[in-house]
């Protein structure tokens, strides 16, 4: 009695996008941020709504310069994170060392620049709820932001001491995705935290 | 319709290379020696066995507290006691079932079945699975901690500010439970985000979309309502915990703040969490239902479509819990239309059940019997659920005892009733032995009744007046005898909770043994041996149907190629579950339990100092470097040289 | 088919009890949402008895067919398919009950808008407006008036003139609580910084009690009020009287009892209109006496339980605000027969 068999010996370990488990899993840990961001949003409209002023009373807004700028720059950071994946998917660990510390690079000026829009707000969380709300935003996000960084930081000093692999490619590919995440979900934040209260009517 | 393999005899040379892999498997997949076989397991079958005996545990407690809120009910101005206490309890108890029971102890069922249901070998991220248990029992143990330290959360299971802010509830009740929400809620994340990525990418070959079986089927759209819902639970728990440790105002109104906040984003959780955890209890139904009546469920994909439906209109009702808070008519119309449409599909779910029961032939066993109790409590409280959609009656029976009997009619009739019936189902793969039917049978009649005598007299006492979470109530009220006819009940529930544990516990021992398949039902799961090995299936099986066994041919292919000398699984297509790559899995870790340690020192510190968020964030990357630090350091060979 | 005849038999004595109970209790008194006492709670109860009785009809509906479905079912041949026609008609039986079902909730949704609406606007140009504010475990209740120097203010207790139309001001001072009176209206939740309203009108007079309905912490259960119809002269003289102050006694008991009021802590929390003794955290004596329960209905309003109350409420109602008091026996005694002369 032989069973018929399927052998699928010859099949690849690895896989990227939609066909690998772990894309389904970073999609999945991404749907739950965009779901706590959107939600973020969400309470910072409501509580927007019941206010005749917002921002109350002795809040001065930021000038619109500087997070525009930093805006601009995060989403150039994605061009060589873009460059890193193809990399790994390439099989190359030059290309994915080079793109990745260019990735780094960018993403750690936006972080100082962060810190100086954060550092010249004049309310901070405990001020009032407008305060409480901004500063959860900017918190939450920064908090992911620089976990999205210390990940890249971390994938770099492997490769730049020498490990290769499958695992790292995956790494890398992983980091990528997760990178355009963090910088595609700061453009509604961007909006709602720094363009509209420029315009009280609305 | 044939259940059985075809042996293969001794001398077969095909015997020989299965004995020969069956051997290479178990090596593979065996635990680590001594103390670590404890801290570092990742199999499915470890991690969903101790998901589901942990949250048994916290129901014993849940139902103990119970009996304490029944038994200070027992007379007007009774002093068993007293509102401090009982405040305690019934908030411990409501959080207990919903958080700490009923959610993790579905996902403990999926983690435990869902590979073996649709042929594989583990769950996609094995490490994750483990840390996320851990995190829910630190959190569990967490809130009790603070319970037998008279810190027990007394705001009640939804915590409304501004009772449950700063102001009126000093100390650190409140930020023991809020603090709970988020250890379990993380976990529970998690372990969707796990079966999602199982679900979708780890099916058997064959096992198309069109052929995953129901109870597989709704553990996915429990998924995704996990992960849409979930987060709004976190979310507000943050903000209570920010409210009152580092003084932000989100729910204070003096600054800007609304209490309403809280219930809007509390309640967006809290509807779709009654669908959490009823959709899994769905899937029960159905598996249970096609196996004692041999037949599939009629209308598969009805079927499919409800369980998606009710998914989405879950997320359209939050509001019909906040009817009496004033809100515009227009929007409280919105709501109540969609919680009455809701009916819909949950009705088509039970006509569906009603035609397999009526075209089948039906064994009537323990599970079964457990799902006609669940088809005749449900209904009754489906049909209360209607009434209270309505706006003018919700204003009467809203936040009374009609309430506490409507939601465990759905609760308990509508998610312990299949998820007791699946254990019994189950219980020889579990143990690889029978239970006893008779004591089966003896525990369903008297939880059934000991349930309506409970239950259904609250209707009464709500529509007589009595509101809910009161400790006491004067004797002239007339609602004595009631809440004594309900105690009893509660008394005879637990003798019936009794006989189930004594079931259990002692069928594990003494049961007859069961062989692989003694109900010969439809499911790859019943196609090894009970209990199943580590590895679940010496060569993954592919699948023609949704039954699988019974329409299972001796030509049928399985899956050779697979490596045996390290865990790996089969990765198929989302759609056709082609076969597309090998899935190499992590085994044993101890990274997972030191991660959930520092994670926790960082959640359990902040209650008391803020700042220390950033200490377990830090101890946490430290964790994760450990957790990832890879394994080979030299450029792998192109897959096709191996 | 012996487990299926069992199991019919007791569901059906279930069934049996269900319906012994639901006509025999469940209607009458005084905190019932079945004994309406106003044109609100009256739709609301008819409303009740429509939803009742549709899905009774529905129940047993459906518990008969599964009782069928158990009994029945063996006809069909393990492993036998179930043929074409058969699917057919199952799929054209099942498709006719969602059908049914759809039309049920579409009558439900009907008749719920249309009431719901019906409770919610008055038309009556003559209303009195009554604003209750919902403290940590009592109601405060204001009436309004031309003069501030006249006010009415008073706890636990809201009598309304019967057959006019009361718009109640709903707001809290601290926690969410919840004004509910079964026999009159639905409830309708106090928040703070929100401004709820709601319409009760009684058409006879009585007695009803209402309780809070939101849980507020340690004595939720301890607060409750009662609403008082009665007919318009009778309910005109109660407000003439309540505009009352108090004037400074003559007897010298009651002299001595003022005294020990307005020379203690009572006055930090309490008013007293005619007095000293203004505070406003808690319920307003001007006229306790003419009340009908003391501790938002906790207790009766008499001599004896207002002393246990005045030197321990703790023991009474465990967590409330008002600390204990310790008097002599004479200052006591005096003090109750002031405060019972406050009618």
């Not at chain 2, 069956?22 to 801290?39: D, M, N, Q, V, Y």
């Not at chain 2, 500010?161 to 102001?167: E, I, K, R, T």
């Not at chain 2, 440790?245 to 906040?261: C, I, K, Q, R, S």
């Not at chain 3, 019906?118 to 405060?140: A, C, K, R």
């Amino acid at each position: 009695m032989i069973r018929p068999t399927i052998d699928v010996a010859e099949l690849p370990e690895i896989a990227f996008t939609e066909r690998s488990p772990l894309w389904w899993g970073a999609i999945g840990m991404l749907a739950i941020e965009a779901t706590m961001f959107g939600l973020l949003m969400s309470a910072y409209v409501y509580l927007r709504l019941r206010q005749d002023i917002w921002p109350p009373a002795g809040v001065s807004l930021p000038h619109l310069f500087l997070p525009t700028l930093n805006l601009i720059i995060m989403i150039l950071s994605c061009l060589p994170s873009y460059y890193a994946s193809e990399a790994a998917k390439a099989n190359s660990p030059t290309g994915m060392k080079f793109w990745l510390l260019l990735n780094v690079i960018l993403a750690l000026i936006t972080v100082g620049i962060r810190w100086d829009i954060w550092n010249s707000l004049n309310y901070s969380g405990r001020s009032n709820a407008y305060g409480s709300i901004v500063w959860t935003i900017l918190g939450f996000h920064t908090f992911d932001y620089v976990a999205g960084i210390l990940e890249s930081i971390g994938i770099l000093v492997l490769l730049f001491a020498g490990y290769a692999g499958n695992d790292i490619r995956k790494a890398v590919d992983f980091d990528s995705y997760t990178w355009y995440f963090v910088v595609a979900i700061w453009i509604p934040l961007y909006a709602v935290v720094f363009v509209w209260p420029l315009f009280p009517k609305f | 319709m044939s259940t059985e393999l075809i042996e293969p005899t001794a001398t077969d040379p095909a015997f020989e290379r299965e004995q020969r892999d069956r051997r290479e498997l178990e090596k593979t997949w065996a635990s680590e020696p001594g103390i670590l076989s404890w801290l570092t397991p990742t199999t499915h079958h470890i991690i969903g066995k101790r998901y589901i005996i942990t949250a048994f545990v916290f129901m014993l407690l849940g139902g103990i507290e119970a009996l304490m809120v029944r038994i200070q009910l027992w007379r007007p101005e009774n002093h068993f006691l007293g509102p401090d206490l009982y405040n305690q309890t019934f908030t411990m108890h409501g959080t207990t079932m919903m958080f700490l029971f009923a959610v993790p102890v579905m996902e403990g069922m999926a983690i435990y079945f869902v590979p073996m249901m649709i042929g594989t070998r583990n769950v996609a991220f094995p490490r994750l699975n483990a840390f996320a248990y851990y995190l829910y029992v630190i959190g569990g143990i967490f809130l009790y901690v603070g319970f037998f330290t008279n810190t027990g959360a007394d705001a009640g299971w939804f915590s409304y500010v501004p009772l449950s802010g700063p102001a009126f509830s000093p100390g650190k009740r409140v930020d023991f439970w809020a603090q709970m929400i988020t250890f379990t809620e993380f976990s529970g994340l998690i372990s969707a985000v796990e079966l999602v990525a199982t679900i979708f990418k780890l099916r058997a070959p064959g096992m198309s979309l069109n052929r995953i079986p129901l109870f597989v089927w709704a553990m996915l759209v429990q998924s995704f309502m996990v992960i849409f819902a979930m987060p709004a639970v976190m979310i507000a728990s943050t903000f209570l915990l920010m409210d009152r440790t580092v003084g932000t105002h989100f729910f204070n109104p003096a600054e800007g703040g609304d209490p309403l906040m809280w219930q809007h984003i509390f309640w967006f959780f809290g509807h779709p969490e009654v669908y959490i955890i009823f959709i899994p209890a769905l899937g029960m139904v159905s598996t249970v239902v096609s196996a004692f009546t041999k037949r599939p469920v009629f209308g598969y994909t009805a079927m499919v479509l409800s369980l998606i439906a009710t998914a989405f209109i879950g997320f359209g009702l939050w509001v019909h819990h906040m009817f009496a808070t004033g809100l515009p008519q227009l929007g409280a119309s919105f709501f109540t239309a969609a919680s009455m449409m809701i009916a819909i599909p949950s009705g088509v779910q039970i006509f569906c059940w009603l035609a397999t029961l009526w075209s089948g032939r039906i064994t009537m066993k323990t599970p079964l019997l457990y799902i006609c109790g669940f088809i005749f409590i449900f209904v009754i409280g489906g049909l209360t659920g209607v009434m209270i959609a309505s706006v003018p009656f919700d204003l009467q029976a809203h936040d009374t005892f009609f309430i506490v009997a409507h939601f465990h009619y759905v609760l308990i009739g509508g998610a312990v009733f299949p998820l007791i019936g699946a254990i019994y189902y189950w219980y020889p793969k579990f143990t690889g032995r029978m239970y006893d039917e008779y004591l089966g049978k003896w525990s369903f009649w008297i939880i059934f009744i000991g349930f309506n005598i409970t239950f259904f007299p609250m209707h009464i006492l709500g529509l007589k007046g009595m509101p809910r979470r009161v400790y006491t109530y004067p004797a002239y009220m007339g609602w004595t005898w009631l809440n004594q006819l309900v105690t009893i009940g509660a008394v005879i529930i637990a003798v019936g909770g009794i006989i189930f544990l004594v079931n259990v516990f002692i069928s594990a021992k003494s049961g007859a043994i069961a062989g692989p398949d003694p109900w010969a039902a439809p499911t790859l799961e019943w196609s090894i041996s009970s209990p199943p090995p580590k590895y679940n299936f010496v060569y993954i099986p592919t699948v023609r149907s949704e039954s699988a066994l019974w329409t299972r041919t001796n030509d049928e292919p399985v899956i050779t190629g697979v490596r045996t000398d390290r865990r790996e699984v089969l990765a198929t297509r989302i759609l056709d579950a082609e076969p597309d790559h090998r899935y190499p899995i992590a085994g044993a870790s101890i990274w997972p339990l030191i991660t959930s340690l520092t994670v926790a020192f960082g959640f359990i510190g902040s209650v008391f100092f803020p700042s220390w968020i950033f200490w377990g964030a830090g101890l946490t990357v430290f964790a994760f470097v450990g957790w990832f630090w890879p394994k080979r350091t030299h450029n792998e060979q192109p897959e096709a040289a191996r | 088919m012996k487990t299926s005849f069992r199991f019919s038999a007791k569901a059906g004595y279930i069934v049996l009890l269900t319906i012994i109970f639901l006509t025999q209790l469940s209607c009458k008194g005084i905190q019932s949402a079945l004994d309406p006492a106003g044109p609100e709670s009256g739709r609301i109860n008819n409303l009740w008895w429509l939803l009742f009785g549709v899905c009774a009809v529905v129940f047993i509906l459906v518990i008969t067919f599964l009782f069928y479905a158990l009994a029945h079912a063996r006809r069909y041949k393990d492993g036998a398919p179930i043929g074409i026609d058969a699917q057919k008609k199952m799929t054209r039986n099942i498709s006719i009950c969602v059908a049914i079902t759809v039309i049920i909730l579409f009558v439900f949704l009907v008749a719920s808008l249309t009431i719901g609406k019906s409770i919610y606007t008055n038309s009556s140009p003559d209303v009195l407006t009554i604003e209750v504010v919902g403290h940590q475990w009592w109601w405060e209740v204001h009436y309004p008036t031309d003069e501030a120097s006249k006010r009415v203010v008073t706890a636990n207790e809201i009598h309304i003139p019967v057959g006019q139309p009361v718009r109640l001001r709903l707001s809290s001072g601290d926690v969410i609580h919840s004004f509910w009176v079964p026999n009159l209206q639905g409830k309708m939740d106090l928040i703070p910084m929100h401004l709820n309203s709601e319409w009760i009108k009684a058409d006879h007079p009585g007695v009803f009690r209402g309780q809070c309905a939101e849980f507020c912490g340690h004595q939720h259960a301890h607060m409750s009020l009662l609403v008082i119809a009665e007919p318009q002269d009778q309910f005109n003289a109660w407000m003439d009287q309540q505009r009352q102050s108090t004037n400074t006694p003559s007897d010298p008991v009651l002299q001595r009892g003022q005294h020990v009021f307005l020379s203690s802590t009572c006055i930090l929390c309490h008013t007293i209109r005619g007095t000293l003794a203004n505070g406003t955290n808690a319920p307003d004596l001007t006229h306790l006496a003419s009340r009908q329960t003391i501790a938002a209905g906790t207790l009766p309003n008499n001599r004896g339980y207002l002393s246990g109350w005045v030197v321990d409420s703790q023991s009474i109602k465990p967590g409330n605000k008002m600390p204990p008091n310790h008097l002599n026996p004479d200052d006591l005694q005096a003090l109750l027969t002031y405060l019972e002369s406050l009618k």
